[in-house]
């Protein structure tokens, strides 16, 4: 694990979060709505999925599955993007939208083709230009890093180097964001403190929309975060992982304290995060 300030590390699903703030910015300029249906931004959607909203990708209620639900799928190999949209189509619903709650990062996916589609802008572009520059974090990105410096490779728990899993298709929305932990606080500080997002979006995405049905300190989701509480104290978090990262973020506002674990290596577990939460 390489702790140096400049390596930029691949931050998994905490990515989810830039999605999420990306959707919101283009429901404020009017471009969105959280009550617009999937199929409106997507082509083919099956008659399954017509009762789906952005607000059931952002909060995790839409019914679609999560990676296990689609094995055909193998996460390093690149597909065509109407050709995983296709395979999504395929996999019928765990239940009716809305009423129900799992984690699924192919939502994510999808509401990285909407902001494509509403912004008439790569996603990848649309974050740089309205999110990472206008916020100054020059050290982040999203996609494949091309011939980017200072990356930290990614490592299995005994140390050998791991291939990446693809990031331009698989990992569009849900895990494709690089960054390291300077730009990474910043974030936080700029989300939480609303320099990004007005009102009421700001709240809308750091405050439950919709229960999880898990313990206390992530009872609910927001928009791309995890609320609950935290020893009492009310806080939002997210977790990542892809192939040889690990990632961990989390905001305890009262507080003022942020935490941002960012890791090359399949060996960091709980233990490494818990010691920061007490």
Known sequence: ??????TRYQLASVSKQFTAAAALLLVENGRLALDDPVGRWIDGCPEEWRDITLHHLLTHT???GHWDDYPMIDLARRL???ELLK???RVPLRYPPGKGWSYSSPGYVLLAHVVERAADTPYRVFLADRIFDHLGLTRTFAGAPGGRP???LGHDAEGQPLPTWELDVLGMGTGDVWSTAKDVLAWLDALQGGQLLSEPYRTLMLTEQA?????????GYGYGVFVGELNGRRWWHHSGHNA???AFVGCIPDLGRRIVVLSNTEATDTSTI????T
């Open 1 to 6: 694990m390489d702790d140096a300030t400049e």
């Open 274 to 277: 818990a010691p920061l939460l």
């Open 80 to 82: 065509e993007p109407g």
């Open 87 to 89: 395979t999504f189509h």
């Open 211 to 219: 229960r999880t049905g898990k313990g206390s300190d992530d009872s």
């Open 150 to 152: 200072n990356l930290a």
């Open 62 to 64: 839409s019914g679609l």
């Open 244 to 246: 040889g990262y690990k």
